[in-house]
């Protein structure tokens, strides 16, 4: 059973920094690409950040670039999103989904972890 949890979520002033984590387990990734994505009320669900945990290439949406960095932690089977200059508009669900290189059909998400910047 493929499990993605979040955490790391919550409250932070306008030009601060959070860092969400998304432990994944129940099976090996290694050729999936692992990705963020955020979802605001009222809003499509958004790409953020996603990088292919063999290889290592990393993509980052307009939006994030320069802020956001996405990472990982190989022992801990563990994937950050580091978020600096945090603005009103990054306000957001934070998603982090596991999917198949191979058979993209195999798609994983998490329940989500809150991200709230005050105007």
């Known amino acids: 059973q493929v499990q993605l949890v979040e955490s790391g979520g919550g409250l932070v002033q306008a030009g601060g920094s959070l860092r969400l984590s998304c432990a994944a387990s129940g099976r090996t990734f290694s050729n999936y690409v692992m990705g963020w994505y955020r979802q605001a009320p009222g809003k499509e669900r958004e790409f953020v950040a996603s990088?292919?945990?063999?290889?290592?290439?990393?993509a980052y949406g307009d939006s994030v670039k320069g802020r956001f960095t996405i990472s990982r932690d190989d022992a801990k089977s563990t994937v950050y999103l580091q978020m600096n200059s945090l603005k009103p508009e990054d306000t957001a669900l934070y998603y982090c989904?596991?999917?198949?290189?191979?058979?993209?059909?195999?798609?994983?998400w998490g329940q989500g972890t809150q991200v709230t910047v005050p105007s």
């Open positions: 989904n596991a999917q198949s290189v191979l058979y993209p059909n195999l798609l994983y």
């Open positions: 990088f292919r945990w063999s290889g290592g290439s990393t």
